[in-house]
């Protein structure tokens, strides 16, 4: 891409308008790819390393692809002068500034969402997965129907059907026809491949349409039930608002009564281990809180039930010695950590009810840490064992670039 003729002097406004429009493409193109990585299960597992960098690119990327818009907009008036008769053009223009504007717009408040409520950033998400999931479809549809290739076609299948009269295009016209099929097939298949993603994204909104986000069966298999507490059955809170984006960097543990354990070891005068029928005949409270996730979702108003940490670190006596309570998965790979102070917070809570049901495997179940006023990736979930340590541990994604200071500010 040869920048300089964005500043070259009487190039003619077409050829300009047509670099800038192949440097907006390159932007979308890797904004599509680096977003998908963001948004993927897949590279959160596989390559975790990268997703900090992978989110700055993004970031870096998506500012930078403000420059072409506003290089445009003061020329935008000629443009449309020369669009006077096309009118499918402008309505392409219009959308895909509609789309860009809306995908800047939730993007920066993305990218600064630590400064403001997590409202703003549940707002903004929605906003940035609408614009994505019409914009990339749209985006794939307009380049394919654009292309030279895409012409050619067109024109083979016009010629195909040449007769000796003068065409019209009217419905009745086969040409037409054939035309409108390739349109209407690349449409077709696109719209085919993005369905999946745009369901499951739009299926929370629509509790009515079978709601809830598809769950693997749960294959945790542990009896004795526990029997939920008033306040959870039904919720205090009312249910919770939102949806879970479940989150893993392993496969997802399956816990039984044969595997499951619940430790609490270190700098603590009582080490203990509890089987599951022992667990659940501890007495459990119940609280309502909201969950954030640094990556931009919450959901609002749950209501979970299980023990407050503190509580389990008193009945542990914890050694004048120990700074830091270490959290560990069942996945044997994820850890995180609190200071003794906050792990001392009254709404830490071990929990193993949502709602008052049972913790889903995919949810972190039957018992994760549960961290409200600081973001999510603290909230450890298939925890199995509670650490007194004296030196700083770094969390999973600490480790991996995220900030050690989680508040969510309130
Ligand atoms: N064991 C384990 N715990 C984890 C994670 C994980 O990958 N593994 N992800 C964390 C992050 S970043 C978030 S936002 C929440 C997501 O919880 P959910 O998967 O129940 O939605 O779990 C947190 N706890
Ligand atoms: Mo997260």
Redesign the pocket.
């Known amino acids: 891409m040869d920048w300089r003729v964005f500043f070259k002097r009487g190039l003619p406004f077409r050829r300009r308008l047509v670099r800038l429009h192949h440097a907006n493409a390159l932007f979308f193109l890797i904004l599509s790819i680096s977003g998908f990585i963001l948004f993927s299960g897949t590279f959160r597992t596989a390559l975790p390393s990268v997703r900090v960098y992978v989110r700055d690119i993004h970031v870096w990327i998506g500012i930078v692809s403000i420059l072409p818009l506003l290089y445009y907009l003061p020329k935008m008036a000629r443009h449309l002068k020369g669009l006077k008769k096309k009118q499918n053009q402008r309505i392409n223009l219009y959308l895909i500034l509609t789309v860009l504007s809306a995908l800047i717009g939730s993007g920066l408040l993305l990218t600064y969402h630590r400064q403001f409520s997590p409202q703003v950033s549940t707002v903004a998400l929605f906003i940035h997965d609408a614009a994505t999931w019409f914009g990339v479809p749209y985006t794939i549809y307009h380049s394919i129907t654009r292309s030279r290739w895409f012409k050619k076609a067109e024109r083979a299948a016009s010629k195909s059907t040449i007769v000796s009269e003068p065409m019209e295009i009217n419905e009745k016209n086969p040409i037409y026809t054939r035309r409108s099929f390739l349109r209407v097939a690349s449409g077709g298949i696109i719209v085919l491949i993005f369905s999946p993603f745009i369901f499951r994204w739009i299926k929370p909104f629509f509790p009515s349409m079978g709601g809830q986000v598809a769950e693997t069966a749960s294959k945790n298999k542990l009896v004795p039930k526990p029997t939920p507490n008033v306040k959870s059955s039904p919720p205090i809170g009312g249910g919770k608002k939102g949806e879970?984006?479940?989150?893993?960097?392993t496969e997802v543990p399956t816990i039984t009564n044969q595997n499951f354990s619940f430790t609490i070891d270190g700098l603590v005068q009582n080490k203990k281990r509890y089987n599951w029928e022992q667990f659940v005949s501890l007495k459990r409270d119940v609280q309502v809180s909201d969950f954030h996730?640094i990556t931009g979702w919450s959901v609002y108003s749950v209501t979970w039930e299980g023990i407050p940490l503190r509580k389990i670190l008193q009945e542990a006596g914890v050694k004048s010695k120990a700074k830091y309570v270490k959290f560990y998965?069942a996945?044997g790979v994820?850890t995180d950590t609190l200071t003794l102070k906050q792990a001392m917070a009254q709404d830490i809570m071990v929990a193993t009810l949502i709602d008052g049901k049972l913790i889903s495997q995919?949810?972190?179940g039957p018992v994760r840490l549960i961290t409200p006023r600081m973001y999510?990736?603290k909230?450890?979930?298939?925890l199995n064992r509670i650490e007194l340590i004296e030196e700083e541990h770094v969390g999973y994604?600490e480790e991996r670039g995220y900030s050690k200071n989680a508040w969510v500010k309130s």
Not at 244 to 249: A, D, E, P
Not at 379 to 382: D, L, N, R
Request: charged share 20%; glycine share 4%; hydrophobic share 30%.
């Open positions: 879970f984006r479940y989150y893993t960097v996730c998965s996945d994820y995919d949810n972190g999510a990736y909230s450890v979930k298939w994604w």
